[in-house]
């Protein structure tokens, strides 16, 4: 099964506003950093969000700095990826993942556990 499940992805107009969430399945990721990676047709995936273990730390793409915002619920075990004035180049498949380390890193290949992904998609 896979360990983690995202939801909440779905097609909006620019200028409106997602809440992704992240569930684990059946295990706690609450030792780790957790983060949020995008791939769009044709693309590599590349680095959204990060948070650490604990939520004292946050990291965001350039791209998104200021428009989006991670947090992670402790009692729940839920992340989540606030999206407000998404834009047309924010159309991807959005994944959650567990990195091997409490901190934030940058590099997908620093997250040992995935979602399938969940769909956003912006209309202009």
């Known amino acids: 099964q896979v360990p983690l499940v995202e939801s909440g992805g779905g097609l909006v107009q620019a200028g409106d506003s997602l809440r992704l969430s992240c569930t684990a399945a059946g295990r706690t990721f609450g030792s780790r950093a957790m983060g949020w990676f995008r791939q769009a047709p044709g693309k590599e995936r590349e680095f959204v969000a990060g948070?650490?273990?604990?939520?004292?730390?946050?990291d965001y793409a350039h791209s998104v700095k200021g428009r989006f915002t991670i947090s992670r619920d402790k009692a729940s075990d839920l992340v989540f990826l606030q999206m407000n004035n998404l834009q047309a180049e924010d159309t991807a498949a959005y994944y959650c993942a567990a990195s091997r380390s409490r901190y934030i890193t940058l590099d997908l290949r620093d997250y040992d556990y995935w979602g399938r992904g969940t769909q956003v998609t912006v209309s202009s």
């Open positions: 948070i650490s273990w604990s939520g004292g730390t946050t």
